[in-house]
């Protein structure tokens, strides 16, 4: 806040003022000095309601990923270019195992591709990260490809914001998210994809688990918009995020990511299920095909 010092002269003050200027600066009385005051320092700002909702939603995020077990979903990615104004689009499913850190497992399969002339397509490749490493199947090509994310013993969770290969947020760490992104309460991004989360009914006063009672004209959802601090690593490429959530459960239920050059990244999670355990078509998605007489592309990390 900028402070604006105004200085008021009365009628008689104004008047010796101008008399003052025929008199030698030496024969001035110090009374007929007219000293402007110091600036006052900015005040700073209160905390707004806002500002309470973010703090509590951070906390039960961390929280969230400190108790979590396992998590799926049904998942349709988009993915908008710009410069050519194209849209792909893929669908399939997403599988997490383990809370926050370097044992986390997740399985990605898409079941389907829609590429940017809108015919659609059976995509059957699966990606799987275990163990610091990310594993690409395409069993169409017959090739793997095996990419090292993290060295050996070192803690990397690939769900982390601004971090890790997968926009799907998951039980960050507060002081991670606050200290590379500025975090406020934002709103439901204005794309057609998310339009059937605009239709979402809301469940009048059950309480969010972040303290936030739903009532019955509420949206039962909550909308967290990061943006990248500067000097960090994601403000390079990333201009702001917005993460979706369920105002009782925290579960994600989308994600929009915008780039410095317009392009946009947009996952729609669907059924999202927490701490219920995982079927065997689940531990299936995590579990690497068989690759014998595969290609197999390994890519460790350099040091």
């Not at 010092?5 to 008047?15: E, N, Q, T």
């Not at 509590?56 to 908008?80: I, N, Y």
């Not at 104004?85 to 399939?92: F, P, S, T």
């Amino acid at each position: 806040m900028i402070s604006l010092i105004l200085l008021y002269i009365s009628g008689a003050s104004m008047f010796g003022l101008l008399a003052c200027q025929s008199v030698p600066p030496a024969s001035r009385s110090v009374h007929e000095i007219v000293a402007a005051p110091a600036p006052a320092p900015a005040p700073t700002p209160a905390p707004t309601n806002d500002d309470a909702t973010v703090e509590k939603l951070l906390d039960a995020m961390e929280e969230q990923g400190r108790t979590m077990k396992d998590f799926t979903a049904s998942a349709t990615m988009e993915k908008f270019e710009a410069l050519t104004d194209e849209r792909e689009v893929r669908r399939g499913r997403v599988v997490v195992l383990g809370p926050t850190g370097k044992d986390r497992e997740i399985g990605i399969v898409f079941d389907e591709l829609i590429d940017s002339t809108g015919r659609g397509s059976t995509d059957a490749r699966r990606f799987v990260f275990c163990g610091g490493w990310m594993s690409e199947f395409d069993p169409t090509k017959k090739q793997a490809i095996r990419r090292q994310l993290a060295l050996e013993g070192e803690s990397f969770d690939p769900l982390r914001v601004g971090d890790g290969p997968f926009p799907v947020p998951l039980g960050q760490p507060k002081k991670d998210v606050v200290r590379d992104f500025i975090v406020s309460m934002g709103t439901l991004p204005d794309a057609a994809f998310f339009r059937s989360l605009a239709k979402v009914p809301p469940e009048a006063g059950s309480a969010g688990a972040a303290g936030v009672t739903v009532s019955a004209t509420e949206s039962p959802l909550v909308i967290l918009r990061l943006v990248p601090r500067v000097g960090t690593k994601m403000a390079r490429d990333t201009a702001a995020m917005s993460i979706i959530l369920d105002r009782t459960s925290l579960i994600p239920r989308g994600v929009e990511v915008e780039a410095v050059n317009g392009d946009k990244t947009r996952v729609l999670l669907r059924d999202g299920r927490l701490n219920v355990g995982l079927d065997d078509a689940a531990r299936a998605i995590l579990s690497p095909p068989s690759t014998d007489g595969w290609k197999i592309d390994t890519r460790p990390l350099n040091p």
